[in-house]
C-alpha cells in the first residue's frame, strides 16, 4: 500500500429503509474512493472480521478493540 496524499477521509451514515419498497436500510462507509454498503449485520460483521484481520496482518499486532 502507497500513502501518496495522507490518510483518507473516512465518512459513515445510515440511510433508512424506504417504506413501501425493496430498499433496506443501509450503512455506507466510505474511505477515500471506496464506498461499502453495508446491509445487515452478518454483513457489517464480515466486514468488521475482514479490516481486523488486515490490521493484524499489516501490524503483526492485535487490534485495540479487541
Avoid: F, K
Avoid at 477515500?32 to 475482514?50: F, H, K, M, Q
Wanted: proline share 8%.
Amino acid at each position: 500500500m502507497i500513502r501518496l496524499a495522507g490518510i483518507p477521509d473516512v465518512r459513515a451514515h445510515a440511510e433508512p429503509a424506504r417504506v413501501g419498497g425493496a430498499i433496506p436500510a443501509v450503512m455506507r462507509v466510505q474511505v477515500g474512493p471506496v464506498t461499502w454498503e453495508i446491509c445487515d449485520a452478518t454483513a457489517y460483521a464480515s466486514l468488521l472480521r475482514a479490516w481486523r484481520q488486515a490490521a493484524r496482518l499489516l501490524c503483526d499486532n492485535p487490534t485495540e478493540d479487541e
